[in-house]
């Protein structure tokens, strides 16, 4: 299984940035996808969630202004932020599912190298 997620960058608030994650080594199709990030010395949170059927879940903090998607013709899962903020400041990871809850990190197998995302003021 290999996770590789891109599209990270340095942006002003309010600003927008698109994150893919290219997947391969496993059936994507039949695999939920999830988002989390993480800020130094914090535990890593969940951030967007996609079942196989294109069902989403988003997190408080985010809901609204990010979107997860998939295609699965091209085995790429899309975290499409809107209206960032400096909070959203972060290495953000995409990850394939395993069982459980969508928002536990623990229900995840497979696991990206991260990609940064900075938000200035």
């Known amino acids: 299984v290999q996770l590789q997620a891109y599209g990270g960058g340095s942006v002003q608030a309010g600003d927008s940035l698109r994150l893919s994650c290219a997947a391969s080594g496993f059936t994507f199709s039949r695999s939920g996808m999830g988002w989390f990030r993480q800020v130094p010395g914090k535990e890593r949170e969940f951030v967007s969630y996609?079942?196989?059927?294109?069902?989403?879940y988003s997190s408080d903090s985010v809901k609204g202004r990010f979107t997860i998607s998939r295609d699965n013709a091209k085995n790429t899962v899309y975290l499409q932020m809107n209206s960032l903020k400096p909070e959203d400041t972060a290495v953000y990871y995409c990850?394939?599912?395993?069982?459980?809850?969508?928002?536990?990190?623990?229900?995840?197998?497979?696991w990206g190298q991260g990609t940064q995302v900075t938000v200035s003021s």
């Open positions: 996609i079942t196989t059927g294109g069902s989403t």
């Open positions: 990850a394939k599912m395993k069982a459980g809850f969508y928002s536990s990190k623990s229900s995840y197998d497979s």
